[in-house]
């Protein structure tokens, strides 16, 4: 197989995961890579995360952890891969194409956090809350137990941001650059920050190695993100200008914002997509939240224009829609430039 054939291989599966993405999401029938990374990790976490070690040894461990659940995920993937692509071109691509839809989450955001909005307008006023804290409460790692209305709508808008970097085009990027090698690197990454970087007593030490790998390859995507985000909203207010959808603040005013206040979040990378989220929506999003109990002071980002309100979830999706949009269109330009100077 020359290069200029797998090249083209990749493009066609990049192009055809991400439409699979878009319509149909993470079944619940289809058995997800994340499932069993998750399964990996917490098996590491039981074994080697023990209460009655000292917090030097933990953090050895925790890189150890970490090392073992990217080599175990590079080495299914590689397998699977080559395995695919020696029996025949056309299975690599369409396993490659597989494995491609399961490292984005672009249609499965979108539904989670249209849940909470659902809850928020459909549920009678004795449940509204209840369930919405539910609800958001599969988006988000904070204790959603105590959310007003108000928190419960900015948990779920700060979740549409951060995932519109880490669950987008940060494995857009990943993807476009090495394929699901890269793309489940990434998602393992991501998958260990989100179930052990914190930095509660359990996992301070432990999952520190994690959270740090995950800060490392998300910092060049959360800024490129932010970007195609301020790109987004100066669409979509060409498109609705004067019209229904318009409600969102200027293009210009989200870069302000992301200016501003892009380093004041207490995470070196989501400040960045959800200060241009905040800017975009003119309401302050973050402020203190709790963790396992536990109170977290968070600096407060953006304008308080106005309070937020329930169709505010809506806007966040739009913004992140055009922003998927906009970066698949930048990913197939380059894959066709590249294929361009191989044909060449």
Known sequence: MTFSNLILCHAIGFASGCILDQIFGDPRWFPHPVIYIGKLIAFFDRKMNKAEISGGKKRKLGILSAFLTLLITLSVTLV?????????PVLGTVIEAVLTSTCLAAKSLKQESMKVYEALISMPPGERI????????????RDTDRLSEKGIIKAAVETVAESTSDGIVAPFIYLLIGGPLLGMMYKAVNTMDSMIGYKSDKYIDYGRAAARTDDFLNYIPARITAFLMIAGVYILNKL????EGGELCTAKHSFEIMKRDSRKSTSPN?????????GALGIELLGDAYYFGRKVHKERIGDNLRKPEKEDIVRANRITSVTTYISFFFALLLLSILLTIIML
Do not use: D, R
Not at 240 to 243: T, Y
Not at 270 to 278: C, D, F, L, N
């Open 80 to 88: 699977l891969l080559v395995g695919a692509y020696m029996i025949h």
């Open 130 to 141: 209840s369930k919405a804290q539910k609800a958001v409460s599969m988006i988000v790692g």
């Open 240 to 243: 609705h200008a004067g019209g």
């Open 270 to 278: 989501s400040g960045w997509p959800e200060s241009v989220m905040a």
